[in-house]
């Protein structure tokens, strides 16, 4: 699925935060460059947060969209936070 549009805005936010400078989808930390891929946008573990609430026999399916709405938006701001997180360490002590 391409995904790279929202790779680069990821990459773009997260750069900002920190006050640091990207290009696309890459990031330059001390000893070379932190790229977002479709492995760091959290993607995959929407998917199986989607699989387990449909997979359940309660409750209705309207209640099951919105806590998969309301989920997947939980994961996208939680993995935010992890992305600012492994790249202020990285930035912070040179890895």
Known sequence: MPLQEL???ITRFEANLLGVSSSQNTIPVANGVF??????????????????IFSLSK??????????IQG??????I?????????????????
Do not use: H
């Open 7 to 9: 790779e680069n805005q």
């Open 72 to 77: 997947c938006i939980a994961l996208f701001v």
């Open 59 to 68: 409750p209705d399916l309207k209640k099951k969209i919105m806590l998969a």
């Open 79 to 95: 993995n935010l936070a992890r992305l600012y997180f492994v790249l202020w360490t990285g930035i912070k002590f040179d890895l």
């Open 35 to 52: 790229e977002i891929s479709q492995n760091c946008i959290g993607f995959q573990s929407m998917i199986v947060l989607i699989a387990i």
